[in-house]
T-cell receptor, first 114, second 114 residues
Framework: AQSVTQPDIHITVSEGASLELRCNYS??????LFWYVQSPGQGLQLLLK??????LVQGIKGFEAEFKRSQSSFNLRKPSVHWSDAAEYFC????????????FGTGTRLTVIP | KAGVTQTPRYLIKTRGQQVTLSCSPI?????VSWYQQTPGQGLQFLFE???????NKGNFPGRFSGRQFSNSRSEMNVSTLELGDSALYLC?????????????FGNGTRLTVT
């Protein structure tokens, strides 16, 4: 069965510092992987996605993520965090059945200190 | 293009009542998925509709049902409400064809059951 683990419930970083949010997945085949961000009271916004090909994918707002098959990981990174990045971040895996059901991790809440 | 629109934004209901939530997808999108988000369980997949047919269903009781209309708009119904149904209900749309297409989420309907 597919699952997603985000081991960090809450991360605090200083503005301007680098960021890495961890995501590990469990799925028998090649996964479709996503990172979404959710601001308070809002829905989820897609940051980036990995389907195949280059394992380093670029997303919006200066985010990137690297797919590592050997580690079953898809960690999200940003070289310099802005105060507006404070939000909750969700990693998700999509199954290859043609149906659009995503399995989400439990999320990582990011706090940015000025 | 207008985004995914969910109405209403907030609902307060009493145990035992029923509720209907509405979702208008992005123009041209034929797939609509529904998710429940709670602090304890996180984001959980409810069901997906594509061209008026339920294509996939999550592990929720039969009190949760949905439908999709010919214009791709979707409704979700919850009957005999329980306190545990209090949650943010998110709708997401996608093109739903040609492989895996990313989901675009609405801002959700916050349901409170008292």
């Amino acid at each position: 069965a597919q699952s997603v683990t985000q081991p960090d419930i809450h991360i605090t970083v200083s503005e301007g510092a680098s960021l890495e949010l961890r995501c590990n997945y469990s799925y028998g085949a090649t996964p479709y992987l996503f990172w979404y961000v959710q601001s308070p009271g809002q829905g989820l916004q897609l940051l980036l996605k990995y389907f195949s090909g280059d394992t380093l994918v670029q997303g919006i707002k200066g985010f990137e993520a690297e797919f590592k098959r050997s580690q079953s990981s898809f960690n999200l990174r940003k070289p310099s965090v802005h105060w507006s990045d404070a939000a909750e971040y969700f990693c998700a895996v999509g199954v290859q059945t043609g149906a659009n059901n995503l399995f989400f991790g439990t999320g990582t809440r990011l706090t940015v200190i000025p | 293009k207008a985004g995914v629109t969910q109405t209403p934004r907030y609902l307060i209901k009493t145990r035992g009542q029923q509720v209907t939530l509405s979702c208008s997808p992005i123009s041209g999108h034929r797939s609509v998925s529904w998710y429940q988000q709670t602090p304890g369980q996180g984001l959980q997949f409810l069901f997906e509709y594509f061209s008026e047919t339920q294509r996939n269903k999550g592990n929720f009781p039969g009190r949760f049902s949905g439908r999709q209309f010919s214009n791709s708009r979707s409704e979700m119904n919850v009957s005999t409400l329980e306190l545990g149904d209090s949650a943010l209900y998110l709708c997401a749309s996608s093109s739903g064809t040609g492989g895996y297409s990313p989901l675009h989420f609405g801002n959700g309907t916050r349901l409170t059951v008292t």
